[in-house]
């Protein structure tokens, strides 16, 4: 099946949903890993970067450029994101300048709340996340 933009951010609500809800039901920590250990299949091909938002902008980025980019790192996929990240970047807008005037973004302050231990902030984050606006096209 092909990720569509619309199975990308069906997935991605799902998956950020589900790490809030577990976060706040078992009071530790919870992350992506443990969503696709909990959720998908081992033999399931993993989606890059444990994102599916991820996954679709990569394969969009390779469909439209592909006679510019023979490079998958070359190809600045983030610009296909199907996620509003509220974000000034224009490379990696779920981790640089969030716009409530931090300079990281959602993903990486769900991170610095990982890394602290804060499974509070980490859930609150995590439902953000999953209520992001898709982008216009």
């Known amino acids: ?4 933009k619309k199975l990308a951010i069906l ?4 998956m950020w949903r589900w790490i809030a809800d577990e976060t706040l039901k078992r009071k530790i920590i919870v992350d992506k890993y443990d969503y696709f250990s909990s959720n998908v299949s081992r033999f399931t091909t993993l989606p890059e ?5 991820c996954e679709f902008a990569i394969k969009r980025c390779i469909d439209l450029d592909a006679d510019k980019f023979r490079d998958i790192f070359k ?3 983030c610009r296909y994101c199907p996620i509003d990240w509220q974000s000034e970047a224009e490379e ?10 931090d300079d ?8 610095v709340c990982c890394d ?3 499974w509070e902030a980490e859930a609150k984050i995590a439902k953000q996340i999953a209520e992001l606006k898709a982008r216009e096209e």
């Open 11 to 14: 997935e991605h609500r799902k």
């Open 104 to 111: 990281l973004g959602l993903f990486s302050l769900w991170h």
């Open 116 to 118: 602290n231990g804060d």
């Open 92 to 101: 990696c807008m779920c981790q640089d300048k969030y716009k409530t005037g």
């Open 1 to 4: 099946m092909r990720l569509t």
């Open 49 to 53: 970067n444990r994102c599916y938002a």
């Open 75 to 77: 190809c600045h996929f």
